[in-house]
Each structure stands twice: as structure tokens, then as C-alpha cells.
């Protein structure tokens, strides 16, 4: 593959080149992605492995990833920031932000980088046996995605990760500088004729000018060999010898295997004032790959490190005791017909989805995501006690769904939820790759649900709401299916129980239809306060043309087989939307929108609750929840 001529192997001096707009042109005051998700040091670790892993080579070894971090002080500081060309260039554009009083993080940013005598932290964030920065500038690729584009994603398949590419901001974002540099060795396939390796810095600033200069300079760019196309000029990476000799000088040199070093410049966690010791922040880099990725670990998909100090430290399962619980669940999940009766006990269950048709028409066909749930022992770490760990065949735990509602008593769980591809590895089916496909579309840009996104409405036909919905609540059903086995009364559940879940020969779930409910988005959390219960919830219609809706909220008794029994009383419930009354008539809440009301936010309380009454939630196997029932303004 011959490369476009803007990525022509030279061997002048790189520099920093910035596009201008000229006169008239857009200004940027700060990188949008900032401010996208959530940015802690957890943030920082699960997006960078995503990446990292989605790139990984199908030759069956485990992509391998190591966090280096660096110090610097002194004349190494002094060699380093001469590399990057601060002197020559940054510094200058540093202060024509600040002294256009663009924001007092650049100030601070000057002042620290200026001063001789402070420390300056590097994270180097090195992955092997990954695809390398492959493409062009000009192409579809996973270069261009990273170093050219913004919220664009070039994953390799559906099983990938993300498909919103905000993840890579991370970089930028823990970058006290605002620069990446990235060094990259290519694939043996993806390489070009004369290149093997390539490098390229980038950085994020506002918009600023020069001087005199009335040119206005865009906000991001780039330590490379400008290049005049056809298509005008473009930031051509350095390859082979150059590249090297930039790479050393940058303390980001790697290893010739095929992979991508991205090292983050003047590493600073945006969530913290003081930032933690090397060896804290490497422990927290370790503990957060265990938690969010122990499904790719444990396959053997991925190995995760540390250096620090000049000693390795390696991600293992075994020393993050809160994530262990999970494992063993994962590892028995086909274990069935077994009573959760003693400490360890584990069981699981098929939890059936049903996905709407593509949108071009294309069918769907049935599947099963599968269930397990592991009786609690109290030598077991409680951190996530009572919570679900959901992840699919990208390997990585979307997040650990809370689910102590449905805890009775003292029989505390931990479970997991394997999806798609993760299901079962060695024998996908047809139904676990539509719901690898379907849930990727399904998470946000933080990738810390599954929900209804604008992704799932490009792709699939109505509906899509409804699946989630469905999948969710049989999940619940499911999991308290499991968890009132534990006494030996499995045979008693609920006939809506027994329908979904046949295995006390029950028959098998056909396919529902949709209720008049799915035409809402509803959420609901509950909570017990002293004598009373607490509720908040939100109600928004799906369908955006409506003259006005109804929702009668009610707090009602759950037992530990899904049946329902006694109301308990609202005293009242309110809401701030003012195209909304709400009030109570004989125990319930009722909330009536008009053609306004978009998105509908209500809390209340309950009527006090007697000492003893099974309504507490702290006497018998009960627990509570919110039930809405809903009407359009035409019905």
C-alpha cells in the first residue's frame, strides 16, 4: 500500500503547524470533549484499554498493555520540552491564549512548564500486538480518527468497543499541556512500502492570534512535516529513522512489535487539586483495569501493566478482592437447577431478548443473554454486593448494575450478565452476534450503559426502546427467580415468573406485544427514610407528538417471588415542570402533563409507616418499587 504524498518520508526538522481559518473564522475557546464524560482517574484507564483493545490482532494472542509513568525534572525536564518544541513554538502560542484571557488552567499550565524547577509527569500508555496507527490523513482510518477527526469513531467490527471515538479525549483531557504524542510501529500487512514506523504529536488549544497578526489560528496542532497536496496542506506524520531518533528524545521509544505508545503530556487527573504519588496513581491504574476489564483478563484477551519506578507491576484478578465473586459466577454462569443455599452456591439461567428488525427491513433473529447469581459468603468483599457486572464480547464491564431491591433478608449476591459474544465464546450464535451488534449501538458515548441512543435509531426499526425496556425487566424477573430458590420454594414463583423462565416446566416465552406503556420512558428509584418512604422519578414520552398524558404513580409491596400485594399510601408528590399539576387522590399519585411536557421529573413521600409494618422493607422478604400506569391525552 503506497502512502498519499502527504505522508512522503522526508528528513528536514518537524515542526508545529496549526491550521488558520482566516478572516471571519469559527473560534474555539476550549476542546467540547472536555466536557463530555466524566473524567476521573477510572475514566481515564477503562478508555484508553477500550481503545487499545479494539485495535487487537486476530492471530489469537492477547493484546498487552503497560502504563509507564515517567518524571521528570531538571535537564532531563529541559531536554524534553526542547524535543517537543516549547521553546521554539508552543510557549510563544501558550501565552497569546493566556493573555487573550482564555482560561487560568493555560496560566497555571505556563507557569509550571516555565518554572526550572518543577516536576513534569508523563504517562506513557504503550499496547502490542494492536493494528498500529494505519491510513492517512486523507483516509478512513484509525490515524485519522485519532490525530485528525473529533466524535468519530474507525472501530474494526461490531464487537468493538464504542462507536462515538470520545473515548480518545480522555487523552487530551487528563493532559495538562493539552498534547499527545503518539509513536507508532505498523502492522506487517498495513505498512506502507518505505515505512515501518511513525510518529506525530498533537495539541489542543484555544483559538488564538499571533502578535500583530490578524490570522486566526485554529485550536488544534500538530508536530509533523507540513505538506502542500492538492487538497492543501497537510500534517504529514515522521517515519522510520527520524521518527526513532524523535521517539528517544521524547521518552516514548517502544518496542518494534506492531502497536501504538500514546504518551500523555503533563499528566494531571481534571477531577483532583492534589494529584497522587507515582506508586498511588499506579495502583489506581491496576485496580481500575481489574475492575472494568477482568472479562477480556480472564479469557486471556488482554494483559495489563504498570511501570513505575522502575519496577512492573501486572493486573491480576486475584489482588482486587471486590471483583473476585464475579469471576467465580462468570465461571460457573451454565451451572443450573441448583438452590442458592449455602455461601458460594451458584446458579444461572437464559434471560431471553427480543430485537427489533434492522432498518432496512432485515430480520432479527431470537436470543438469549445468560444470568448467574452467586450466593454472598461474608468473607467476600461487599463493595459491589448485590450488583450485577453487564458486559458483552468486547470484554469490558459496562457498569455493575445495583440491584439490593431484590437482596432479601441476609441472601446478599453478586451476579453477571454475559451478552452477546460473551455469552458463550466458544459457541456463538447467530442471536448473540445481533446482540453484540445491538448493545455496542446501545451505549452511550461514556459506555457506562445501555439505553436507548440516536445510534440504535439509525440502525434499527422501531422498538428498540421497548427491547431494552423488556431485557431489563425480565432480567429482574430472572434474577429473583434465581434468588428465591435459596429456601427451596423455587416451585412457588409467580406464573408471569414461571412463564419467562420454564424451568419448572413452565412453558417457553413467545414473543410479547407491545403494551400502551411503551410509549413512555420511565424511571423510578425508591428509598426508606425514618417512617417513610422516599420516591423520585421521570417520565418522558417516546412519541414526540402528543396532546398530553396521565401517570398514576403508586408504591406497592414486591415479594420475593415477584408477586405483588399492599399499597402504601402516598402523602404526596410534586413536580417543578410547569406544564405539569400533580396530586393525590386516595394513596396515589397522580401526575397530568400537557402537550408541553417533554421530560417530566416528580418526587414525593408515603404516609409515615408503623414500627413493625411489613411495608418497611425490614421485616419479611418485601421490597418496594414504583408502578406507573399511563394514558395518552387521545385515549
Given at each position: 500500500?503506497?502512502?498519499?504524498?502527504?505522508?512522503?518520508?522526508?528528513?528536514?526538522?518537524?515542526?508545529?503547524?496549526?491550521?488558520?481559518?482566516?478572516?471571519?473564522?469559527p473560534?474555539?475557546?476550549?476542546?467540547?470533549?472536555?466536557?463530555?464524560?466524566?473524567?476521573?482517574?477510572?475514566?481515564?484507564?477503562?478508555?484508553?484499554?477500550?481503545?487499545?483493545?479494539?485495535?487487537?490482532?486476530?492471530?489469537g494472542?492477547?493484546?498487552?498493555?503497560?502504563?509507564?509513568?515517567?518524571?521528570?525534572?531538571?535537564?532531563?525536564?529541559?531536554d524534553?520540552l526542547?524535543?517537543?518544541?516549547?521553546n521554539?513554538?508552543?510557549?510563544?502560542?501558550?501565552?497569546?491564549?493566556?493573555?487573550?484571557?482564555?482560561?487560568?488552567?493555560?496560566?497555571?499550565?505556563?507557569?509550571?512548564?516555565?518554572?526550572?524547577?518543577?516536576?513534569?509527569r508523563?504517562?506513557?500508555?504503550?499496547?502490542?500486538?494492536?493494528?498500529?496507527?494505519?491510513?492517512?490523513?486523507?483516509?478512513?482510518?484509525?490515524?485519522?480518527?485519532?490525530?485528525?477527526d473529533?466524535?468519530?469513531?474507525?472501530?474494526q467490527?461490531?464487537?468493538?468497543?464504542?462507536?462515538?471515538?470520545?473515548?480518545?479525549?480522555?487523552?487530551?483531557?487528563?493532559?495538562?499541556?493539552?498534547?499527545?504524542?503518539?509513536?507508532?510501529?505498523?502492522?506487517?500487512?498495513?505498512?506502507?512500502?518505505?515505512?515501518t514506523?511513525?510518529?506525530?504529536?498533537?495539541?489542543?488549544?484555544?483559538?488564538?492570534?499571533?502578535?500583530?497578526?490578524?490570522?486566526?489560528?485554529?485550536?488544534?496542532?500538530?508536530?509533523?512535516?507540513?505538506?502542500?497536496?492538492?487538497?492543501?496542506?497537510?500534517?504529514?506524520?515522521?517515519?522510520?529513522?527520524?521518527?526513532?531518533?524523535?521517539?528517544?528524545?521524547?521518552?516514548?521509544?517502544?518496542?518494534?512489535?506492531?502497536?501504538?505508545?500514546?504518551?500523555?503530556?503533563?499528566?494531571?487527573?481534571?477531577?483532583?487539586?492534589d494529584?497522587?504519588?507515582?506508586?498511588?496513581?499506579?495502583?489506581?491504574?491496576?485496580?481500575?483495569?481489574?475492575?472494568?476489564?477482568w472479562?477480556?483478563?480472564?479469557?486471556?484477551?488482554?494483559?495489563?501493566?504498570?511501570?513505575?519506578?522502575?519496577?512492573?507491576?501486572?493486573?491480576?484478578?486475584?489482588?482486587?478482592?471486590?471483583?473476585?465473586?464475579?469471576?467465580?459466577?462468570?465461571?460457573?454462569?451454565?451451572?443450573?437447577g441448583?438452590?442458592?443455599?449455602?455461601?458460594?452456591?451458584?446458579?444461572?439461567?437464559?434471560?431471553?431478548?427480543?430485537?427489533?428488525?434492522?432498518?432496512?427491513?432485515?430480520?432479527?433473529?431470537?436470543?438469549?443473554?445468560?444470568?448467574?447469581?452467586?450466593?454472598?459468603?461474608?468473607?467476600?468483599?461487599?463493595?459491589?454486593?448485590?450488583?450485577?457486572?453487564?458486559?458483552?464480547g468486547?470484554?469490558?464491564?459496562?457498569?455493575?448494575?445495583?440491584?439490593?431491591?431484590?437482596?432479601?433478608?441476609n441472601?446478599?449476591?453478586?451476579?453477571?450478565?454475559?451478552?452477546?459474544?460473551?455469552?458463550?465464546?466458544?459457541?456463538?450464535?447467530?442471536?448473540?452476534?445481533?446482540?453484540?451488534?445491538?448493545l455496542?449501538?446501545?451505549?452511550?458515548?461514556?459506555?457506562?450503559?445501555?439505553?436507548?441512543?440516536?445510534?440504535?435509531?439509525?440502525?434499527?426499526?422501531?422498538?428498540?426502546?421497548?427491547?431494552?425496556?423488556?431485557?431489563?425487566?425480565?432480567?429482574?424477573?430472572?434474577?429473583?427467580?434465581?434468588?428465591?430458590?435459596?429456601?427451596?420454594?423455587?416451585?412457588?414463583?409467580?406464573?408471569?415468573?414461571?412463564n419467562?423462565?420454564p424451568?419448572?416446566?413452565?412453558?417457553?416465552?413467545?414473543?410479547?406485544?407491545?403494551?400502551?406503556?411503551?410509549?413512555?420512558?420511565?424511571?423510578?428509584?425508591?428509598?426508606?427514610?425514618?417512617?417513610?418512604?422516599?420516591?423520585?422519578?421521570?417520565?418522558?414520552?417516546?412519541?414526540?407528538?402528543?396532546?398530553?398524558?396521565?401517570?398514576?404513580?403508586?408504591?406497592?409491596?414486591?415479594?420475593?417471588?415477584?408477586?405483588?400485594?399492599?399499597?402504601?399510601?402516598?402523602?404526596t408528590?410534586?413536580?417543578?415542570h410547569?406544564?405539569?399539576?400533580?396530586?393525590?387522590?386516595?394513596?396515589?399519585?397522580?401526575?397530568?402533563?400537557?402537550?408541553?411536557?417533554?421530560?417530566?421529573?416528580?418526587?414525593?413521600?408515603?404516609?409515615?409507616?408503623?414500627?413493625?409494618?411489613?411495608?418497611?422493607?425490614?421485616?419479611g422478604?418485601?421490597?418496594?418499587?414504583?408502578?406507573?400506569?399511563?394514558?395518552?391525552?387521545?385515549?
Amino acid at each position: 500500500m503506497k502512502m498519499p504524498r502527504s505522508e512522503e518520508l522526508v528528513s528536514e526538522p518537524a515542526e508545529w503547524y496549526f491550521f488558520d481559518g482566516g478572516p471571519g473564522a469559527p473560534r474555539y475557546g476550549d476542546d467540547p470533549t472536555k466536557h463530555a464524560v466524566d473524567h476521573d482517574t477510572e475514566t481515564f484507564v477503562r478508555e484508553v484499554l477500550q481503545n487499545a483493545n479494539d485495535q487487537g490482532l486476530t492471530n489469537g494472542d492477547p493484546v498487552e498493555i503497560t502504563f509507564r509513568i515517567v518524571s521528570l525534572t531538571g535537564d532531563e525536564r529541559a531536554d524534553f520540552l526542547d524535543a517537543l518544541g516549547w521553546n521554539d513554538e508552543l510557549a510563544r502560542r501558550l501565552r497569546s491564549v493566556t493573555a487573550a484571557e482564555r482560561g487560568r488552567g493555560h496560566e497555571e499550565l505556563l507557569e509550571r512548564l516555565e518554572s526550572p524547577d518543577s516536576e513534569l509527569r508523563l504517562v506513557i500508555v504503550e499496547d502490542r500486538n494492536t493494528t498500529g496507527l494505519t491510513g492517512g490523513w486523507d483516509d478512513d482510518s484509525n490515524y485519522a480518527a485519532l490525530v485528525r477527526d473529533e466524535l468519530f469513531s474507525n472501530k474494526q467490527d461490531d464487537r468493538a468497543g464504542g462507536s462515538y471515538g470520545l473515548g480518545k479525549s480522555v487523552l487530551w483531557t487528563f493532559s495538562g499541556a493539552s498534547t499527545v504524542v503518539f509513536n507508532s510501529f505498523l502492522a506487517e500487512r498495513d505498512r506502507p512500502r518505505d515505512g515501518t514506523q511513525r510518529l506525530i504529536a498533537r495539541t489542543k488549544l484555544p483559538s488564538h492570534q499571533l502578535g500583530d497578526d490578524d490570522t486566526t489560528y485554529q485550536g488544534a496542532g500538530w508536530l509533523c512535516h507540513p505538506r502542500e497536496t492538492e487538497d492543501g496542506v497537510r500534517p504529514a506524520s515522521l517515519w522510520d529513522e527520524e521518527a526513532a531518533d524523535l521517539a528517544s528524545r521524547l521518552k516514548v521509544d517502544r518496542p518494534r512489535v506492531s502497536g501504538t505508545s500514546a504518551m500523555v503530556v503533563d499528566y494531571r487527573d481534571p477531577t483532583r487539586d492534589d494529584q497522587p504519588e507515582p506508586e498511588a496513581l499506579a495502583d489506581e491504574f491496576l485496580e481500575a483495569a481489574v475492575k472494568y476489564f477482568w472479562p477480556a483478563i480472564h479469557r486471556n484477551d488482554l494483559e495489563v501493566s504498570v511501570e513505575v519506578g522502575g519496577e512492573t507491576h501486572e493486573a491480576k484478578i486475584k489482588d482486587v478482592p471486590a471483583i473476585r465473586p464475579f469471576v467465580e459466577c462468570f465461571e460457573s454462569r451454565f451451572d443450573e437447577g441448583r438452590k442458592l443455599t449455602n455461601p458460594g452456591d451458584i446458579t444461572g439461567l437464559n434471560v431471553p431478548v427480543e430485537l427489533p428488525d434492522w432498518d432496512d427491513g432485515t430480520e432479527t433473529p431470537d436470543a438469549d443473554v445468560r444470568l448467574a447469581a452467586r450466593l454472598a459468603s461474608p468473607a467476600d468483599d461487599d463493595t459491589y454486593v448485590n450488583h450485577l457486572a453487564l458486559f458483552r464480547g468486547a470484554g469490558m464491564v459496562v457498569k455493575y448494575y445495583d440491584q439490593s431491591r431484590l437482596a432479601y433478608g441476609n441472601q446478599n449476591f453478586h451476579g453477571v450478565l454475559a451478552c452477546g459474544e460473551a455469552r458463550h465464546p466458544d459457541e456463538v450464535t447467530a442471536g448473540d452476534r445481533e446482540v453484540e451488534r445491538f448493545l455496542r449501538y446501545a451505549e452511550p458515548p461514556e459506555h457506562d450503559d445501555w439505553r436507548s441512543t440516536e445510534n440504535l435509531r439509525e440502525q434499527y426499526k422501531q422498538g428498540f426502546r421497548m427491547a431494552i425496556d423488556e431485557m431489563f425487566g425480565t432480567l429482574r424477573d430472572g434474577l429473583r427467580h434465581l434468588l428465591s430458590r435459596f429456601d427451596g420454594r423455587g416451585e412457588e414463583l409467580a406464573d408471569r415468573v414461571r412463564n419467562e423462565f420454564p424451568i419448572h416446566g413452565g412453558q417457553a416465552r413467545a414473543r410479547s406485544i407491545a403494551s400502551p406503556s411503551t410509549v413512555f420512558e420511565i424511571e423510578s428509584t425508591s428509598g426508606f427514610a425514618s417512617d417513610h418512604w422516599q420516591f423520585s422519578g421521570r417520565v418522558a414520552p417516546v412519541d414526540d407528538e402528543f396532546d398530553g398524558w396521565t401517570a398514576e404513580v403508586s408504591l406497592t409491596g414486591v415479594g420475593e417471588d415477584g408477586s405483588r400485594f399492599d399499597d402504601v399510601p402516598i402523602s404526596t408528590i410534586e413536580s417543578e415542570h410547569e406544564d405539569v399539576t400533580v396530586r393525590c387522590e386516595e394513596g396515589v399519585g397522580i401526575v397530568t402533563a400537557g402537550p408541553e411536557a417533554q421530560d417530566v421529573d416528580f418526587e414525593g413521600m408515603s404516609e409515615p409507616i408503623g414500627e413493625g409494618d411489613v411495608r418497611r422493607g425490614s421485616v419479611g422478604e418485601t421490597q418496594l418499587e414504583i408502578r406507573a400506569e399511563l394514558r395518552t391525552g387521545e385515549e
